[in-house]
């Protein structure tokens, strides 16, 4: 290689800063620009499943991870009324030997700052908001709100759901609301963990709607995810301040330890869940997609932030191998990921169905199912993720991509 490749990456979230991180490594130019004003990450809780650890680890993060994490005993599905088991997955010894790696609960505003560490300041532009990109001859250019552009070898959109860059290559979509919408939280425990909150991944299944909540920050706080189905529609963000009352008022009913649990919130938000179809394609020249950018999912897989790792990761690996020859680069990266995160995209909605089932005969077949298939494989029950969490990103190769693509 003559020169470095230069890289300019749009969206400071996580899966921009894990590419950012990945390209670093691997001695390319790069350059993310991020339009607030600081990093940073509010959101809560987030699942970092085996296949997003293995790429933490070859970033270099494993120590940072293990100590900021929580290892889980098990996923856990549960009786939203009666607290009952319906399928247990163990995790904890489970994981490392079936995928090579741990299976951690983390806050979302740690992993946004352990991944902020790979990032040295000079390649890193605060309060840049994206306004157009495009491609130029033999590069490609991002042009910003203040006036300024900035020209590079390639351009990856991380700007997240509302991505303008790709709204510039391929049209705004209108997203569909899904009818759900979600309430997050996270309370602290740091004097002793509570009783009535077990150090598992619990998925607690109802009618309309589901609850899911796991341990943070080493275990001082635990996270809430509750989805409900609605007929009003609910913003499309992270932030939309909700109450402990509104809360509770969603979930009427359910076991008195989520009550309790709910009881415990201070700071609530909601959102609503919207969904959109899988690309056909995320690049179009020297500019591509990475992320909820390219395909953003509903939650109920827990794959958004492991995805976008992922993608950040196969992506510096096909730009360091093929070198200069970007088009190669730009297709073995859609090669590898286009049909995994489609695959996620669309169970992730899938499991949506799953886990609201509205009858009490739907729930009990669904729940005897899970306890069959449990006996032959407990980690083929439940989420149905082992697939998922199989997957080595750091194990990609580029050159094999292209006779991949070809068969």
């Known amino acids: 290689m ?3 490749i230069r890289v300019g990456v749009i969206g400071g979230g996580i899966g921009g800063l894990a590419l950012t991180g990945a390209l670093i490594q691997r001695g390319m130019e790069v350059k993310v620009f991020e339009r607030a004003p600081a990093f940073g990450e509010v959101g809560a809780g987030i699942q970092m499943t085996p296949n997003a650890a293995k790429v933490l680890r070859a970033l270099g993060l494993a120590d940072n991870l293990r100590r900021a994490g929580f290892l889980p005993q098990a996923i856990v599905g549960r009786n939203w009324n009666t607290g009952r088991e319906t399928f247990r997955t163990p995790l904890i010894d489970a994981c490392p030997k079936l995928y090579g790696a741990d299976f951690y609960h983390i806050h979302r505003a740690d992993l946004h700052a352990m991944l902020v560490s790979l990032v ?21 250019v991002a042009t910003f709100a203040d006036g ?21 290559l391929f049209g705004a979509e209108e997203p569909r609301f899904t009818g759900h919408m979600c309430y997050r939280a996270v309370v602290p425990f740091e004097d002793r963990r509570p009783d009535f909150v077990s150090p598992d991944a619990s998925f607690w299944m109802g009618p309309k709607g589901h609850v899911v909540t796991y341990y943070v920050r080493s275990g001082a706080a635990v996270n809430i995810v509750a989805v409900n189905e609605t007929a009003n529609w609910v ?4 932030n939309a301040p ?20 709910f009881e415990r919130t201070d700071t609530v938000f909601k959102w609503g869940l919207f969904d959109r179809d899988p690309m056909k394609t995320w690049s179009s020249g020297r500019i591509t997609l990475l992320g ?4 953003p999912m509903l939650p109920f897989l827990s794959q958004g932030a492991a995805m976008a790792i992922e993608d950040g990761y196969v992506l510096a690996k096909s730009l360091h191998v093929h070198g200069l020859d970007f088009e190669s680069a730009l297709r073995d990266y859609e090669a590898e990921r286009l049909p995994r995160t489609s695959r996620v995209q669309l169970e992730a909605r899938e499991r949506g169905k799953t886990y609201h089932l509205p009858s009490r005969f739907a729930q009990m ?21 082992n697939w998922v969490y199989e997957y080595d990103a750091t194990a990609f190769n580029p050159k094999k991509a292209v006779l991949k693509q070809v068969a």
């Open 365 to 385: 077949k669904r729940d005897v199912m899970y306890q069959f298939q449990a006996m032959i494989n407990p980690h083929a029950s439940g989420i149905k993720a």
């Open 120 to 140: 040295p300041d000079s390649a890193a532009t605060l309060s840049s908001s994206c306004v157009s990109v495009r491609n130029d001859r033999n590069t490609a």
């Open 148 to 168: 300024s552009q900035y020209e590079a070898d390639v351009i990856v959109g991380a700007d997240g759901v509302r991505s303008v860059v790709r709204n510039q």
């Open 242 to 261: 909700s109450s402990r009352e509104e809360l509770l008022g969603a979930f009427q009913g359910w076991h008195p330890n989520l009550i309790k649990l």
């Open 292 to 295: 909820d950018a390219a395909h």
């Open 2 to 4: 003559g020169r470095k």
């Open 235 to 238: 913003e499309e963000s992270w």
